[in-house]
């Protein structure tokens, strides 16, 4: 009896859960009204999947100086011209797809509300990433959200966070198949501050590279990650 309370109270939450799901993504769809793409943010290096980040300092200790012969071979690639291709790549997918209506660019960032708006400054270090001219923007600075709003006419702002690691795909320590691990993290707030959508995906690259003694080629990792971009972006609109 037991077991048959615990499966209805389970089918009863999946239900509920999926029905608040196709709410959001309806609200999202449904409007066509402009959203600001106000945050983007990602890790500066890429480290283990699972592992604490380090600092830059440890990053440059770690790295033998014999790599410095060749500097595309690296311990950690940095992500900082990256997160500019993934803003790229991410404004391309929603201009493409005929989903999401993305603000201009420069609409928002010129506004005196973008200017103004409340820094996440506990969480600004040098190993985050940004694409060129964007703030670390608050997500729950409400203030910013109704200037912005009241300013531009924008009555919706998207948050976007990017987790860019690595794993062994195949091999022996940290020698052998390296591919690269993403998560998307997606928030889009109306301007009262509350939430319209949220969800998080993940994947892995279906490619791999070589990894020797835990070095690598940051080129080819970088490639990894732009086809993972592709490949998430793909996933966020579909579903």
């Known amino acids: 009896m037991k077991n048959t309370r615990f499966i209805f109270v389970l089918i009863t939450f999946l239900f509920l859960a999926a029905g608040c799901a196709s709410q959001n993504r309806a609200v999202l769809i449904d409007d066509r009204g ?4 106000v945050s983007m943010v990602s890790n500066m290096y890429v480290f283990w999947h699972g592992e604490d980040p380090i600092g830059p300092e440890v990053v ?6 014999a790599l410095r012969t060749n500097p595309d071979i690296v311990v950690a690639a940095k992500t900082d011209e990256l997160i500019n291709t993934a803003e790229m790549m991410f404004r391309d997918a929603l201009a493409n797809s005929s989903v999401i209506n993305l603000a201009e660019r420069e609409r928002v960032f010129s506004s005196q509300a973008y200017r103004n708006a409340r820094l996440q400054r506990r969480r600004i270090y040098d190993d985050m990433a940004m694409p060129e001219g964007f703030r670390f923007v608050d997500s729950r600075d409400r203030d910013f959200l109704s200037a912005l709003a009241v300013e531009t006419g924008i009555q919706r702002s998207m948050f976007v966070e990017f987790d860019f690691t690595k794993s ?10 390296l591919r690269a691990n993403l998560t998307m993290r997606l928030l889009v707030l109306d301007a009262q501050g509350r939430t319209v959508f949220r969800n998080s995906y ?18 080819a990792m970088i490639e990894l990650f732009e086809s993972a971009l592709r490949d998430i972006y793909d996933d966020f609109l579909f579903h």
């Open 34 to 37: 402009e959203i600001a793409l």
């Open 60 to 65: 440059g200790f770690l790295a033998p100086r």
């Open 168 to 177: 062994m795909a195949g091999g022996f320590g940290q020698s052998g198949n």
């Open 202 to 219: 993940s994947l892995w690259s279906d490619s791999t590279i070589n990894v020797s003694g835990g070095t690598y080629s940051q080129s």
